[in-house]
């Protein structure tokens, strides 16, 4: 499955840094942010719960950028 959120980043580096803390999170097989279009799209593995997985990706992300945001 695969969804689109809305983003909020400062840098195209910062939002690199959220694409790697993001694709190492369990339950994602692939992710992609744009900081142009201020957008994460996200591959989860087959069965995960999008929702839970969310939840720790912006965990993982806020551990790279802190003021990151992810609307979901």
């Keep these: 499955m ?10 195209a580096n910062c939002a690199n840094l959220m694409e790697e803390a993001a694709r190492k999170t369990e339950g994602v097989k692939d992710c992609v942010v744009s900081f142009m279009t201020q957008k994460m799209k996200v ?5 995960a719960d999008p ?18 945001e992810i609307y979901f």
């Design 2 to 11: 695969k969804k689109s959120y809305k983003i909020e980043v400062d840098c």
């Design 43 to 47: 591959e989860f593995d087959e069965g």
């Design 51 to 68: 929702a839970a997985t969310m939840d720790k990706v912006l965990a993982n992300c806020k551990k790279v950028e802190s003021d990151c």
